[in-house]
């Protein structure tokens, strides 16, 4: 069963940096493509980043571009999202989840493994 966890959500002034980790059991994550979304409250969910990294690529909404980082520790099973220059627009619950590797969109009903999310927050 395909199973994520997330975490390193936290309260950070704008300008800020957080790192949020998502952990997986029961599978590889370097067989799947590993998305980031997030999902603030009254809106939809949104599609932030995605790692595929078999085949080499890394996706991010044009809104995180230059400030968000998407990574791989393969040896700890986890995937990372390094956010920097925060802005108070970023405030939301962030989820990750898994889909078939070759998938190079965040198109959230083709992810499976939800974890619970976590909740980043940035004050002006």
């Known amino acids: 069963e395909v199973q994520l966890v997330e975490s390193g959500g936290g309260l950070v002034q704008a300008g800020g940096s957080l790192r949020l980790s998502c952990a997986a059991s029961?599978?590889?994550?370097?067989?799947?493509?590993i998305g980031w979304f997030r999902q603030a409250p009254g809106k939809e969910r949104e599609g932030v980043s995605l790692i595929s990294s078999s085949i080499g690529r890394t996706y991010y909404t044009d809104s995180v571009k230059g400030r968000f980082t998407i990574s791989r520790d393969n040896a700890k099973n986890t995937v990372y999202l390094q956010m920097n220059s925060l802005k108070p627009e970023d405030t939301a619950v962030y989820y990750c989840?898994?889909?078939?590797?070759?998938?190079?969109?965040?198109?959230?009903?083709?992810?499976?493994?939800w974890g619970q999310g976590t909740q980043v927050t940035v004050s002006s």
């Open positions: 029961g599978f590889i994550l370097d067989d799947y493509t």
């Open positions: 989840a898994a889909a078939a590797l070759r998938t190079l969109e965040l198109t959230p009903t083709r992810y499976v493994g």
